[in-house]
């Protein structure tokens, strides 16, 4: 099972895209997909406001931000972590 955190915001189409993508792969992969709401957090809209979606795993510290395709992805979440 891979836990992955999408950074998102409520109206963002990109995210919406991103989504599908990890909806896609979450049977493949065993994927448990949580959503994490920018707006309700300052330093998260500093960090992450410009450049939403972003994934991440838990355990990694590597962040995959858009754009990024299906095989993409797929890379990013598969890759050992360092």
Known sequence: MITVQLYTTLGCHLCEQALA??????TELDLVIESVEIAESDELVTRYGIRI??????????????????STLKAFLTKASP
């Open 21 to 26: 993508l990890l909806n896609g792969l979450h």
């Open 53 to 70: 979606p972003v994934v991440t795993r838990t355990g990694s510290l590597e962040e995959l931000g858009w754009p990024f395709n299906e």
